[in-house]
T-cell receptor
């Protein structure tokens, strides 16, 4: 069975500082990996995804993530935080063979300080 | 207009009541999903449907049922609501390719007293 662990339920960063959100997964087959963002009172929006190919994936709003198979990780980064990045972020894994079913991590809420 | 629309957006009801949450989509996707979100637990899959005639249980289906009335409509029912079903519920859709991401509605906040 697949599972996702996000280290840190809350992260606080200063505006302009690096944002780093950690995600580790377990999967019995090569995974498809996703990061979603949830703004207050909204649904989840796709930030980026890894399926195959290049392991460094670029997404919207300046975010990127790197798939590291040896570390079973898919950490999300952004070089310079903006106030508008304050939201909750979810990492998710799909095993593909099971269809598009997603297993989500517990989420990380990001607070951006001026 | 939103591509994935959930109604109602908010609902407060009492223990033992039957409740239906509705989801409709204009994306033309075959696959639809229902999740619940609880703090610290992320989203957990309740039911999913790969087409109108295909409905499957997810991780936490007990106490819930679903109906896929058409390609564009997928409703979730709580037959006899209980307080621990208080949560934020999301509907999502996806295309049928294995690598396709899911697209989410804005959620229904359900409180059961």
């Amino acid at each position: 069975a697949q599972s996702v662990t996000q280290l840190g339920s809350h992260v606080s960063v200063s505006e302009g500082a690096l944002v780093l959100l950690r995600c580790n997964y377990s999967s019995s087959v090569p995974p498809y990996l996703f990061w979603y963002v949830q703004y207050p009172n909204q649904g989840l929006q796709l930030l980026l995804k890894y399926t195959t190919g290049a392991t460094l994936v670029k997404g919207i709003n300046g975010f990127e993530a790197e798939f590291k198979k040896s570390e079973t990780s898919f950490h999300l980064t952004k070089p310079s935080a903006h106030m508008s990045d304050a939201a909750e972020y979810f990492c998710a894994v799909s095993e593909g063979a099971a269809g598009n079913k997603l297993t989500f991590g517990g989420g990380t809420r990001v607070l951006v300080k001026p | 207009d939103a591509d994935v629309t959930q109604t109602p957006r908010n609902r407060i009801t009492k223990t033992g009541k039957r409740i239906m949450l509705e989801c409709s989509q204009t994306k033309g996707h075959d696959r639809m999903y229902w999740y619940r979100q609880d703090p610290g637990l992320g989203l957990r899959l309740i039911y999913y449907s790969f087409d109108v005639k295909d409905i499957n249980k997810g991780e936490i289906s007990d106490g819930y049922s679903v109906s896929r009335q058409a390609q564009a409509k997928f409703s979730l029912s709580l037959e006899s609501a209980i307080p621990n079903q208080t949560a934020l519920y999301f509907c999502a859709t996806s295309d049928s390719g294995l690598r396709q991401p899911q697209h989410f509605g804005d959620g229904t906040r359900l409180s059961i007293l």
